[in-house]
């Protein structure tokens, strides 16, 4: 099972955009790893973390759609960061 956690950003730019943290994966510089349509697979930091929120179902299902579409299909959804 891969852990993800789908975030919503609150703010700036990307305010509304969903991102999709994996939380027990990592990217460079010890970054977690995380999907996004725009962008897809990149690093994001606990900062930028604490700074989104948790997305609801209805604004998760077309990320969790495209990431089942490129091959996860063992996806385990988490509502917060377990450490």
Not at 47 to 71: K, M, N, P, S
Request: proline share 4%; charged share 20%; hydrophobic share 35%.
């Amino acid at each position: 099972m891969t852990p993800v956690i789908f975030r919503v950003n609150k703010s700036g730019p990307y305010k509304g955009d969903v991102t999709a943290v994996f939380p027990t994966l990592y990217a460079a510089g010890g970054l977690m790893s995380c999907y996004a349509h725009v962008g897809q697979h990149s690093g994001c930091s606990l900062a930028w973390y604490r700074t989104t929120r948790l997305a609801t179902a209805e604004e998760c299902v077309d990320l969790l759609t495209e990431l089942v579409q490129i091959g996860y299909n063992d996806l385990k959804i988490y509502k917060r960061r377990v450490t």
